[in-house]
Each structure stands twice: as structure tokens, then as C-alpha cells.
């Protein structure tokens, strides 16, 4: 028998090619067909890097018509108000709503995020080159709905008008009339009823903003400034029962909700123009407070004679805002303790001053936290700590000039994330790309598988069937 032959040259590298084109096809094919499907409004979402808002159709009366309301007073007797009374002698009654201003009293003003959050998502779509969230026409299209309710304003034009019945759920309190008008519209929408809610945004900066719906929109995107005005209830309505006064994640959660920040009463100081400073601790605001507030209080006593530390009672009105710049831009560290609620627009003062701040407040919750490491900037410490005598003045002396300086260096890298204003009339224009509202998206757009995944449970729960809510740890 004749051996074999060999196979030509040509057939044993055409094989071979063969079986390398083979293998090449197997593996593209596993690696692109096995993966699971991705969802198309995710990968768009992801390709387009924005949020998808849809603005709830609400009458203007909900949102810059209360701002014409709240200009059109002869005066407001408040503390901090003087500011705003001079600016109403120069606004015109033809004035376009959407250039009015926003309240400038501090008490006002440092909630004012319902404000440029709106005129963001009102500026013009091809000026909006900066913006995270994208504004489109339909809700189907939309990751979420915003409800352009100016909650804070509303409360305050009842507590300037008719204090006396604004915790109660009458006629009479505009607030409450107001809470309901919105109420009312949204729930109508074929919009609430797909998702119970959940994928409706409303901005609650002020304590006591919708406090009387508070139940009926807790299963939405909260945008709040902590968690103290939600976890309490009224102890008019606790029944006397202690253990009544807290609310077990049933209305709010870091899973759903966003912490946002103050505005800021106070400007920016940059780095450049820091200057040496003298002081090591500073503190200006109300030394009676309740609740979380009581430790502000006892930290009082103990430091107000302490050598380096600077402890002044007032509000920050025309006076007091030049001495809170002063005291701030001169002072090592600022104090923040907690007050009513865990924490207040002193914090971004602070930052804005490059002043240290030292943040004792246990159940603080904190803006953007994920995106931002305060810790990098800011000293926490445990209230039991700063209540033992001598033991917070000498601990803020431990830093080193080395380690102050790292602290105001890291802090102006982050003042502009705390940033609403964009020097726009009426808050409606291009904003900053690094600015507090971009920021405010970005945490909410977070949130979106979670509130996509309670949607979709809530509808296939059979009609009838209710589920208990739980407590949300994390």
C-alpha cells in the first residue's frame, strides 16, 4: 500500500483559516447574543447621560402666580423682611411672572430650590446644553414627573397673611386650599394612576411644606433639606403617645427620597482670597431651639466662655448677615449644631466662607453624599462628645495649620456643587453644569431603578391586596 500523501500547502492553510474564522464567529456571537437584553429607555437614558422630566400640568397659580401674590403685599412685619420690602417698591405690576424674583428673607430664601429647579426645567431646550435633565412633552417618555408646586412659598404667604389657622384644614388657610388644588389635579392624571405616585417629584425644602398631604404623596420623590420635619409627627395628633413621634421610614427614605441642600445666604469667599484667621470657633443663631435642638442649647453654656470661641445670638437680616460674613471668613471652624431640624443653612454658609465646619448633629443627613465625602472637609462629632467640658475647644486645637489648610482646599473644590443661583431674571436660563440642581437630577436619577421596581410590583399586586410598609435600612 502507498502511504499516505500530504495534503497541499494551500488546503491545510485554507483549514486552518477555516477553523479560525470558526472560532472568531463562535465568540462574537456568545458575547453579544448571551448577554440579557438591556432595557431601551435605560440605554438611552445612559447614551444621552440626562433625566427625562415631564412637567405636571399645573395652573401658574401654583408656582410664579403666588410669587406675583407674594410681591403684590404692602409689607411684610417679619423678622428679615426689610430686605424684601425695598424690593417691592421697585417691582412693576406688569412685571412677567417668570422674571420675578424670589423672596429675599433669609427665612425664605434658603428654600428656595423649588425656584431654579423649575426655571432649569423651563429654559429653552437648545440652551440647556449644561442641564442633566431634559424636559420632553409626554409623560410616557419620562423617567419622572415634577410637580411644579412652589410648597415653600405657599406656606410662608399663609404665615405672613393668617398664621393663626395655618395648622388647620379649613378655608381659611390658603396653604391648605393650595395642597389640595394639587392634590387633586395630579392624582386626576392618567400619569399618577400608572405608578401610585412614585415617579412624581415635588420639592418639600421647608419643614412644614404640604404638612397637611404629607400621607397621600409619601409614596413619591421627595426633594428635602433633612429628614426632621418628616420623621416627627404634630404632637397634636400623636395622642400623647411618645412613641407616636417617630415615623418608621413609612413616608420618607434615603432609597427614594433626596436630601438637598440650603441655599446659602452668604457669598462666596474662593480660596485666593482667604485671608489669615484669628478665631477658632464660630457660631451665630438662635440659642433656644427644640427638640434635636436642645444640645444647642447645653453646647451654649459650655463654650460661651471659652477663650477663641465666639458665640453670638441673631438672625442673619441686613445686621446680622455682615456680622455672620465677618465672624465666618475670620474663624478657623463653625460651629453647627443641630437645631429644629438636624441641620440648617448655616452648614453652606460655612462652605461658601471656607470656614470649617464642625457638624454635631448625630442623625444628620447630608446633600449629595455618594457624590460628595464631607469628611474630606468637615468634622463630625458625637453629641456625647462635644457635651463633655473642655473637650471640643481642645480637640479642634489638635489640627494641625497643615491639616486647616487641606480642609479649605478640599471645601472649595465642592462650593460650587451647593450653588442654585444662575444669575439669570425670574431663575429661567442655562445653569452651571457642576451646580446644585445638575446635582439634584443626577441623585434622583439614582433613584430610578428602585422606583421603577416598586411600580412594577405595585401593579401586579392583585386588586384588594394590601402590602404593609416597612422600614427601609440602609
Given at each position: 500500500?502507498?502511504?499516505?500523501?500530504?495534503?497541499?500547502?494551500?488546503?491545510?492553510l485554507?483549514?486552518?483559516?477555516?477553523?479560525?474564522?470558526?472560532?472568531?464567529?463562535f465568540y462574537?456571537?456568545?458575547?453579544?447574543?448571551?448577554?440579557?437584553?438591556?432595557?431601551?429607555?435605560?440605554?438611552?437614558?445612559?447614551?444621552?447621560?440626562?433625566?427625562k422630566?415631564?412637567?405636571?400640568?399645573?395652573?401658574?397659580?401654583?408656582?410664579?402666580?403666588?410669587?406675583?401674590?407674594?410681591?403684590?403685599?404692602?409689607?411684610d412685619?417679619?423678622i428679615?423682611?426689610?430686605?424684601d420690602?425695598?424690593?417691592r417698591?421697585?417691582?412693576?405690576?406688569?412685571?412677567?411672572?417668570?422674571?420675578?424674583p424670589?423672596?429675599?428673607?433669609?427665612?425664605?430664601?434658603?428654600?428656595?430650590?423649588?425656584?431654579?429647579?423649575?426655571?432649569?426645567l423651563?429654559?429653552?431646550?437648545?440652551?440647556?446644553?449644561?442641564?442633566f435633565?431634559?424636559?420632553?412633552?409626554g409623560?410616557?417618555?419620562?423617567?419622572?414627573?415634577?410637580?411644579p408646586?412652589?410648597?415653600?412659598?405657599?406656606?410662608?404667604?399663609?404665615?405672613?397673611?393668617?398664621?393663626?389657622?395655618?395648622?388647620?384644614?379649613?378655608?381659611?388657610?390658603?396653604?391648605?386650599?393650595?395642597?389640595?388644588?394639587?392634590?387633586?389635579?395630579?392624582?386626576?392624571?392618567?400619569?399618577?394612576?400608572?405608578s401610585?405616585?412614585r415617579?412624581?417629584?415635588?420639592?418639600?425644602?421647608d419643614p412644614?411644606?404640604?404638612?397637611?398631604?404629607k400621607?397621600e404623596?409619601?409614596?413619591?420623590?421627595?426633594?428635602?433639606?433633612?429628614?426632621?420635619g418628616?420623621?416627627?409627627?404634630?404632637?397634636?395628633?400623636?395622642?400623647?403617645?411618645?412613641s407616636?413621634?417617630?415615623?418608621?421610614?413609612t413616608?420618607?427614605?434615603?432609597?427614594?427620597?433626596?436630601?438637598?441642600?440650603?441655599?446659602?445666604?452668604?457669598p462666596?469667599?474662593?480660596?485666593?482670597?482667604?485671608?489669615?484667621?484669628?478665631?477658632?470657633?464660630?457660631?451665630?443663631?438662635?440659642?433656644?431651639?427644640?427638640?434635636?435642638?436642645?444640645?444647642?442649647?447645653?453646647?451654649?453654656?459650655?463654650?460661651?466662655n471659652?477663650?477663641?470661641?465666639?458665640?453670638?445670638?441673631?438672625f442673619?437680616?441686613?445686621?446680622?448677615?455682615?456680622?455672620s460674613i465677618?465672624?465666618m471668613?475670620?474663624s478657623?471652624?463653625?460651629?453647627?449644631?443641630?437645631?429644629?431640624?438636624?441641620?440648617?443653612?448655616?452648614l453652606?454658609d460655612?462652605?461658601?466662607?471656607?470656614?470649617?465646619?464642625?457638624?454635631?448633629s448625630?442623625?444628620?443627613?447630608?446633600?449629595?453624599?455618594?457624590?460628595?465625602?464631607?469628611?474630606?472637609?468637615?468634622?463630625?462629632?458625637?453629641v456625647?462628645?462635644?457635651?463633655r467640658?473642655?473637650?471640643l475647644?481642645?480637640?479642634?486645637?489638635s489640627?494641625?495649620?497643615?491639616?486647616?489648610d487641606?480642609?479649605?482646599?478640599?471645601?472649595?473644590?465642592?462650593?460650587?456643587?451647593?450653588?442654585?443661583?444662575?444669575?439669570?431674571?425670574?431663575?429661567?436660563?442655562?445653569?452651571?453644569?457642576?451646580?446644585a440642581v445638575?446635582?439634584?437630577?443626577?441623585?434622583?436619577?439614582?433613584?430610578?431603578?428602585?422606583?421603577?421596581?416598586?411600580?412594577?410590583?405595585?401593579?401586579?399586586?392583585?386588586?384588594?391586596?394590601?402590602?404593609?410598609?416597612r422600614?427601609?435600612?440602609?
Amino acid at each position: 500500500m502507498a502511504p499516505p500523501r500530504t495534503p497541499p500547502l494551500f488546503l491545510t492553510l485554507s483549514l486552518s483559516l477555516l477553523c479560525i474564522l470558526s472560532l472568531f464567529f463562535f465568540y462574537l456571537y456568545s458575547t453579544t447574543t448571551d448577554r440579557p437584553p438591556q432595557n431601551s429607555k435605560t440605554a438611552l437614558s445612559a447614551a444621552q447621560d440626562r433625566i427625562k422630566v415631564y412637567i405636571s400640568p399645573l395652573p401658574r397659580s401654583l408656582n410664579y402666580g403666588l410669587l406675583q401674590k407674594y410681591w403684590a403685599l404692602t409689607s411684610d412685619t417679619r423678622i428679615g423682611s426689610q430686605v424684601d420690602n425695598e424690593i417691592r417698591k421697585k417691582i412693576s405690576p406688569k412685571q412677567p411672572d417668570t422674571s420675578l424674583p424670589y423672596p429675599e428673607n433669609p427665612i425664605i430664601k434658603q428654600y428656595s430650590a423649588e425656584y431654579w429647579i423649575l426655571g432649569d426645567l423651563l429654559t429653552p431646550q437648545e440652551l440647556k446644553r449644561e442641564s442633566f435633565a431634559e424636559r420632553v412633552s409626554g409623560y410616557e417618555e419620562a423617567d419622572v414627573i415634577f410637580v411644579p408646586f412652589f410648597a415653600t412659598l405657599s406656606a410662608e404667604l399663609q404665615l405672613v397673611v393668617d398664621k393663626g389657622v395655618f395648622r388647620k384644614r379649613v378655608e381659611e388657610n390658603g396653604d391648605y386650599v393650595r395642597q389640595r388644588m394639587v392634590l387633586d389635579s395630579v392624582k386626576e392624571t392618567e400619569a399618577w394612576r400608572k405608578s401610585g405616585g412614585r415617579d412624581h417629584v415635588f420639592v418639600l425644602t421647608d419643614p412644614v411644606a404640604m404638612w397637611h398631604v404629607k400621607d397621600e404623596i409619601a409614596p413619591a420623590i421627595l426633594l428635602v433639606v433633612d429628614f426632621g420635619g418628616w420623621y416627627r409627627l404634630d404632637t397634636k395628633t400623636s395622642n400623647g403617645s411618645s412613641s407616636g413621634l417617630m415615623i418608621q421610614h413609612t413616608q420618607v427614605s434615603l432609597l427614594k427620597d433626596v436630601i438637598v441642600p440650603y441655599t446659602h445666604l452668604l457669598p462666596r469667599l474662593h480660596l485666593s482670597e482667604n485671608r489669615e484667621r484669628h478665631t477658632l470657633l464660630y457660631f451665630k443663631g438662635a440659642k433656644h431651639r427644640h427638640r434635636g435642638g436642645l444640645v444647642r442649647e447645653k453646647l451654649w453654656d459650655l463654650l460661651i466662655n471659652e477663650p477663641g470661641v465666639i458665640m453670638e445670638e441673631g438672625f442673619p437680616n441686613a445686621t446680622g448677615k455682615e456680622q455672620s460674613i465677618k465672624g465666618m471668613r475670620s474663624s478657623e471652624f463653625c460651629l453647627h449644631p443641630a437645631g429644629d431640624t438636624p441641620t440648617s443653612c448655616r452648614l453652606f454658609d460655612a462652605v461658601q466662607s471656607l470656614c470649617i465646619p464642625v457638624i454635631v448633629s448625630d442623625n444628620v443627613e447630608l446633600p449629595f453624599e455618594g457624590m460628595v465625602d464631607y469628611s474630606e472637609f468637615s468634622v463630625f462629632v458625637a453629641v456625647t462628645d462635644a457635651l463633655r467640658p473642655d473637650w471640643l475647644v481642645s480637640h479642634l486645637r489638635s489640627y494641625s495649620s497643615e491639616e486647616k489648610d487641606k480642609f479649605r482646599r478640599n471645601m472649595a473644590t465642592v462650593q460650587s456643587i451647593f450653588q442654585y443661583d444662575n444669575g439669570r431674571p425670574g431663575g429661567v436660563g442655562p445653569i452651571p453644569r457642576e451646580g446644585a440642581v445638575n446635582h439634584i437630577w443626577r441623585k434622583v436619577h439614582q433613584k430610578l431603578p428602585v422606583i421603577r421596581e416598586a411600580i412594577t410590583r405595585e401593579r401586579r399586586k392583585p386588586k384588594g391586596v394590601s402590602v404593609p410598609l416597612r422600614c427601609h435600612c440602609i
